[in-house]
């Protein structure tokens, strides 16, 4: 993995949507968080375990599996 791409924390909702893109049960602020990103995402392969961090795509703060997810800024 290139030293310049930045490594986030981001919900199951999110990971998928990276992998995977779009579908019928993508949350809203998933979908408003990746057009945010500084960046293009890439789904990562690492379990980040339980945790009531907020996910760093869609800024949700709700307790859940945190996963790796790349971002390599514009
Ligand atoms: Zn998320």
Redesign the pocket.
Known sequence: MSESFIALS??????L?IANGIDDST?Q??VS?AENAAGWLMAGSEDLGFSWSH??????RLGGQRHRAWLDPH
């Open positions: 981001v919900c199951e909702d999110c990971l949507f949350p602020e998933t968080g996910c760093e795509v869609c800024q949700r």
